[in-house]
């Protein structure tokens, strides 16, 4: 006659089992879900403070530090205008067809920010916004013009340039972050820079754009 194992160490085996399967599909749900996804760097965490922080922390110095350290493209108030609609967009979730601080998609946070900045009115959709100013070339980059990229799927993606090699956009994974064109995702899909600010946009707008 076979001995039957002991109910419990039937029920220990059943639950280890489970605890293993589990962690296997969360690996495999988890390795999909990264694929899918543009890898970010130390910019993707949300300034201090603000909503929708994060835990995430630079491997060198707080975010907000490496902000400030943005000095080379001109004009520096456009830069700085712009580091603060960051400020107040930063952790804002992405969503597509969104327009607000409860979700917001790439292109709209693109109109929002020119037109709360800029008194300037650009068109709803990255496909109409890529036929507005004049294109430059990436080596011309200045703080206010639109990086546009073709990343795989149905739609294009646009963020506004802030100078030293990064750009203000709505990530799909990470939300309204702060992202650098060097990341080798970003530098693989990149399509073109369009100059939508130039100097007759802002004269209106005083000294604090023309200086």
């Given at each position: 006659?076979?001995?039957?194992?002991?109910?419990?160490?039937?029920?220990?085996?059943v639950v280890?089992?489970?605890?293993?399967?589990?962690?296997?599909?969360?690996?495999?749900g988890?390795?999909?879900?990264?694929g899918?996804e543009a890898?970010?760097?130390?910019?993707?965490?949300?300034?201090?403070?603000?909503?929708?922080?994060?835990p995430?922390?630079?491997?060198?110095?707080?975010?907000?530090?490496?902000?400030?350290?943005?000095?080379?493209p001109p004009?520096?108030?456009?830069?700085?205008?712009?580091?603060?609609?960051?400020?107040?967009?930063?952790?804002t979730?992405?969503?597509?067809?969104g327009?607000?601080?409860?979700?917001?998609?790439?292109?709209?946070?693109?109109r929002?920010?020119?037109?709360?900045?800029f008194?300037?009115?650009?068109?709803?959709?990255?496909?109409?916004?890529?036929?507005?100013?004049?294109?430059?070339?990436?080596?011309?980059l200045?703080?206010?013009?639109?990086?546009?990229?073709?990343?795989?799927?149905?739609?294009?993606?646009?963020?506004?340039?802030?100078?030293?090699?990064?750009?203000?956009?709505?990530?799909?994974?990470q939300?309204?972050?702060?992202s650098?064109?060097?990341?080798?995702?970003?530098?693989?899909?990149?399509?073109?820079?369009?100059?939508?600010?130039?100097?007759?946009?802002?004269?209106?707008?005083?000294?604090?754009?023309?200086?």
């Amino acid at each position: 006659m076979v001995a039957l194992p002991h109910p419990a160490v039937t029920a220990v085996r059943v639950v280890s089992a489970c605890v293993v399967v589990a962690f296997l599909a969360g690996c495999a749900g988890s390795a999909t879900r990264q694929g899918m996804e543009a890898p970010e760097d130390y910019f993707s965490m949300s300034l201090p403070g603000m909503k929708g922080a994060t835990p995430q922390m630079s491997p060198v110095d707080p975010i907000d530090a490496h902000l400030r350290s943005l000095q080379t493209p001109p004009p520096t108030a456009i830069r700085q205008a712009l580091l603060e609609q960051h400020q107040q967009w930063a952790g804002t979730p992405y969503r597509i067809g969104g327009t607000t601080e409860r979700g917001i998609d790439c292109s709209a946070l693109v109109r929002n920010v020119f037109r709360d900045t800029f008194n300037l009115q650009l068109p709803r959709s990255t496909q109409d916004q890529v036929h507005e100013g004049r294109p430059i070339d990436r080596q011309e980059l200045q703080a206010g013009d639109l990086v546009f990229f073709r990343p795989p799927g149905a739609y294009n993606h646009v963020g506004i340039y802030v100078g030293d090699g990064h750009f203000l956009h709505a990530s799909t994974s990470q939300g309204v972050i702060i992202s650098s064109l060097d990341n080798n995702y970003w530098q693989r899909y990149y399509w073109q820079s369009r100059r939508t600010l130039e100097p007759t946009n802002l004269a209106h707008l005083g000294s604090r754009f023309t200086q």
